[in-house]
């Protein structure tokens, strides 16, 4: 029975090993007074995510008060649909069904992403992880989701990163071969982009960096004010003790 009981445990150890990420996770730090950075996710995040991947816990008007974007700027170059307004949850039309047609998995919501994953760190890595992979659907895999169904939707952005080989890729990049061996460094491939994207690698790394924010934000949009309001519970708490001690004290004075 112990035995049974022991293998099962090693099994779980290791699915919940396997899934764990199978490369260092980058360090990205939120900033989410820095407002500027996440005007410019929400865009990039409307523009080239939400036709897949809603947003359905949260509403355009929050995120347009929040971020300190004006609704009529919103509702004129973020929002495509007529029927939504501004009250709307940020949905799309994207069938599930076709979805998983299409890509063989269907879209998550990403609301609560960043918090799901524990860490922004996550979505940043896997933003900047996409490779060429001949092999798949859409010409290319990720190095954290492997074999994921998501083409590379800022491939205009970044262009084609291809694994960095030891056996030198021909000069001008289009051989198809696979690696023979990687170019691994501090646990990580070493990725190089073939320049076909209309950013400069820094460029694009802000994306990725406004578009993690951003996300980051909307998986709990009442952060900022939880935590200011943390501090002022934490001294009322702290206030309070010293009354409620010398009452304490004034009512157990006679036991003694
Ligand atoms: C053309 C549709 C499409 C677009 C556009 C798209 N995705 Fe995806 N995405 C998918 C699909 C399909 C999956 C599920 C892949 C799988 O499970 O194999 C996915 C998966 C993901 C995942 C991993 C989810 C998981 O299960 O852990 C993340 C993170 C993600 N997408 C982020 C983004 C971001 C950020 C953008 C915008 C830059 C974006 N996606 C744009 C189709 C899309």
Redesign the pocket.
């Known amino acids: 029975m112990k035995l049974v009981s022991a293998c099962l445990l090693f099994g779980l150890s290791l699915s919940v090993m396997a899934a764990e990420s199978t490369i260092p996770l980058l360090n990205m730090t939120p900033d989410l007074d820095d407002k500027a950075s996440l005007q410019r996710g929400a865009k990039?995040?409307m523009n080239?995510?939400?036709?897949?991947?809603s947003l359905q816990y949260q509403r355009y008007e929050r995120t347009a008060n929040d971020l300190g974007i004006p609704h009529d700027l919103i509702l004129e170059h973020l929002i495509f649909d007529p029927d939504t307004r501004i009250g709307s949850l940020i949905e799309n039309s994207?069938s599930l069904s076709s979805?998983k047609t299409?890509?063989?998995?269907?879209?998550?919501d990403?609301t609560l992403?960043t918090s799901l994953?524990g860490t922004p760190d996550?979505?940043y890595t896997?933003?900047k992880s996409f490779y060429a992979d001949p092999a798949r659907p859409f010409g290319v895999n990720n190095l954290l989701?492997e074999?994921?169904?998501?083409?590379h939707?800022?491939l205009d952005l970044q262009g084609l990163p291809r694994k960095v080989c030891k056996t030198k890729l021909e000069a001008d990049g289009s051989t198809q071969e696979p690696c023979e061996t990687d170019v691994i460094v501090d646990g990580r491939y070493m990725l190089e982009v073939d320049g076909s994207g209309s950013m400069s690698p820094d460029e694009y790394d802000r994306v990725a960096y406004d578009?993690t924010n951003f996300?980051y934000y909307v998986a709990e949009p009442t952060r900022q004010e939880r935590e200011r309001l943390g501090v002022y519970v934490l001294l009322f708490l702290a206030f309070f003790f010293v009354f409620t001690y010398l009452l304490g004290r004034e009512y157990t004075k006679e036991f003694h």
């Open positions: 990039t995040y080239y995510c939400l036709g897949c991947h994207l979805a299409w890509f063989g998995a269907a879209p998550p990403l992403y994953k996550y979505i896997y933003l989701f074999n994921v169904g998501m083409p939707v800022l578009l996300l």
